[in-house]
């Protein structure tokens, strides 16, 4: 495993240990456009079940691009969604067309824990 790579494991998303050593790693790890992403997928605003939302990736790149005032094409973008899918926090739907993306369901904890990391480590707890 290289060091641009992380992978959630099973007993990384049980609050039995304290983890947030990984939790603070992987907010340094990731950059602003990787938090906003995950936001799109894990924030929804909702209450459960619904609080986790599948994208597919041709909407969620206009959505991007009008909303977030995206500055990066579909390719690059197509390229950062696959690194989080390699990173463990979303996964690639098979055998869809157009590519659709989703939340690991049971990671929602965790990418959460993330994303408020993200913002604290940041000094960007306006944005929450």
């Known amino acids: 495993m290289n060091d641009n790579q992380i992978f959630l494991s099973e007993s990384e998303i049980k609050p039995q ?9 992987l907010a340094d790890r990731l ?8 936001r799109k997928f ?9 609080d986790s939302q599948p994208y597919c990736f041709p909407v969620l790149f206009l ?41 690991i369901k049971g990671k929602e904890e965790v990418v959460r824990a993330v994303i408020k990391k ?8 306006q944005f929450l």
């Open 63 to 103: 959505e991007m691009k009008v909303s977030r005032q995206l500055k990066i094409g579909a390719e690059a973008f197509r390229k950062r969604l696959d690194v989080l899918v390699d990173l463990g926090f979303l996964e690639k739907i098979k055998h869809s067309n157009p590519v659709n993306y989703g939340p």
């Open 31 to 38: 950059d602003f456009l990787d938090i906003q992403v995950l």
């Open 118 to 125: 993200f913002f604290i480590i940041n000094g960007l707890t």
């Open 17 to 25: 240990n304290n983890k947030l050593e990984n939790i603070v790693d």
């Open 42 to 50: 894990y924030l929804t605003g909702k209450g459960y079940p619904y």
